[in-house]
């Protein structure tokens, strides 16, 4: 057993009650040798979790009230018993979604999915140049089958998220691959910040200042691209950079080990994919006591974050990426030091309690589950920084308008 309890954590009242998001690397098989690949994929690993496994697993998640399960791998679709896992996620209240490099999906496996309770796939794409995407991805021809797969999901009308790891080669192609998400007609794009770990621990990362800059530009696109959601992952310090343009957030904060856990093809279960702290293993323990008792779990719900992060105006809301911190310190609790600003020494006083009209309050509440948290935060800053005390849903529209299609529309 691999976890245990430590005193001066958070209290058990206080504890969250369920991991929202769950990112599960169903294999290690893999048909793409991709540089950054942070599992070192290629061939399985020995001893990944059975069917049976995988479906008691499911279940333990469904009793946690989990919202969300992310099917990776590796590449997922290499597994054999992958749609029966998908119908059992779907059966069990979850939405169930998947990332993937695209290159094994055609129209019929797009509607295969589909019909077993797929609700949406990532698909990886890096750059708009052939040659440079399949260079980054070590298998010569896979843009072509990668977008191929993308366009027989729209055609399938199963959404499509194109994500993207940002580097230092395809930097300036990121507002192009943005607009390029868009005319495909993909539902959300997601921009990754590189974290070094796994096969990319040679890689050379973005400079803080690019790191800063990129966020401004990726905090502005937003408000270019109305029809798509635009966000960036692993990089928190986007909620502090959209309040200082006074843009409405659509992500920010960590979520490892707070509402949001990874499992590996074994069994193992970390705070986050690119965090290598082990709680336990599903196979000894289950979930929910893994959940609520491991160690560096209750570390991260209750942090005495260090450095700058631990007296910056932005901590409940940003907190910098504990997976960075990590990798770059070897203190998961150390700050971020991909992050530029200097905060005050003097912690601001607590922001003023906003309230909610009952129609907004109904409205809000047919946001996913997984999401519903961020988009309240969201709403009730851009709320507060205009002096609003109320929120209705005019302004629930004003925050919809600016932030995209993340947001709940008039029912």
């Given at each position: 057993m691999t976890f245990h309890h430590e005193n001066g954590c958070e209290s058990?009242?206080?504890?969250?009650?369920?991991?929202?998001?769950?990112?599960?690397?169903?294999?290690?098989?893999?048909?793409?040798?991709?540089?950054?690949?942070?599992?070192?994929?290629?061939?399985?690993?020995?001893?990944?979790?059975?069917?049976?496994?995988?479906?008691?697993?499911?279940?333990?998640?469904?009793?946690?009230?989990?919202?969300?399960?992310?099917?990776?791998?590796?590449?997922?679709?290499?597994?054999?018993?992958?749609?029966d896992i998908i119908r059992r996620i779907s059966e069990?209240?979850?939405?169930?979604?998947?990332?993937?490099?695209?290159?094994?999906?055609?129209?019929?496996?797009?509607?295969?999915?589909?019909?077993?309770?797929?609700?949406?796939?990532?698909?990886s794409l890096d750059s708009l140049d052939m040659e440079k995407h399949d260079a980054f991805r070590r298998v010569k021809g896979c843009w072509q089958k990668t977008v191929a797969g993308m366009r027989a999901c729209i055609r399938q009308s199963l959404p499509v998220i194109v994500q993207t790891t940002v580097t230092p080669w395809n930097l300036q192609e990121i507002p192009a691959m943005i607009d390029f998400a868009q005319d495909?007609?993909?539902?959300?794009?997601?921009?990754?910040?590189?974290?070094?770990?796994?096969?990319?621990?040679?890689?050379?990362?973005?400079?803080?200042?690019?790191?800063?800059?990129s966020l401004d530009s990726l905090a502005e696109a937003q408000s270019l691209h109305p029809s798509i959601m635009v966000r960036?992952?692993?990089?928190?310090?986007?909620?502090?950079?959209?309040?200082?343009?006074?843009?409405?957030?659509?992500?920010?904060?960590?979520?490892?080990?707070?509402?949001?856990?990874?499992?590996?093809?074994?069994?193992?279960?970390?705070?986050?994919?690119?965090?290598?702290?082990?709680a336990g293993n599903v196979r000894e323990?289950?979930?929910?006591?893994?959940?609520?008792?491991?160690?560096?779990?209750?570390?991260?719900?209750?942090p005495s974050l260090k450095g700058r992060c631990g007296i910056c105006n932005y901590r409940e809301t940003c907190a910098g990426c504990r997976a960075r911190a990590f990798s770059l310190t070897g203190d998961c609790l150390g700050e971020d030091p991909w992050c530029l600003y200097e905060p005050s020494a003097i912690l601001p006083a607590s922001s003023p309690e906003v309230s909610w009209t009952s129609e907004a309050e109904s409205r809000l509440a047919h946001v996913p589950s997984f999401v519903r948290k961020r988009v309240k935060i969201a709403i009730e800053t851009y709320a507060r920084d205009r002096g609003y005390s109320v929120i209705t849903p005019d302004i629930m529209a004003e925050v919809r308008n600016r932030m995209g299609s993340s947001m709940p529309q008039r029912r």
């Open positions: 058990e009242t206080n504890m969250p009650s369920h991991p929202e998001i769950v990112s599960w690397n169903i294999t290690k098989r893999c048909n793409l040798r991709c540089a950054h690949c942070y599992l070192d994929a290629g061939i399985s690993a020995e001893g990944e979790l059975s069917t049976e496994e995988s479906y008691r697993v499911i279940d333990q998640m469904a009793e946690l009230s989990t919202g969300m399960v992310i099917l990776t791998g590796g590449e997922p679709l290499l597994r054999k018993d992958l749609i069990r209240g979850i939405m169930a979604v998947m990332g993937t490099n695209g290159t094994l999906i055609d129209d019929n496996a797009a509607l295969t999915l589909k019909k077993a309770g797929l609700q949406g796939v990532g698909i495909e007609g993909a539902s959300v794009f997601n921009l990754y910040y590189l974290v070094c770990t796994g096969r990319g621990e040679t890689l050379v990362d973005l400079t803080p200042q690019q790191y800063e800059e960036a992952k692993c990089a928190p310090q986007i909620a502090r950079i959209a309040h200082e343009r006074g843009l409405p957030a659509s992500g920010g904060g960590c979520p490892a080990g707070v509402s949001y856990l990874r499992i590996d093809p074994e069994g193992q279960v970390t705070p986050c994919p690119y965090l290598p702290l082990v323990a289950p979930l929910k006591d893994i959940w609520e008792k491991a160690s560096v779990f209750r570390q991260l719900r209750s």
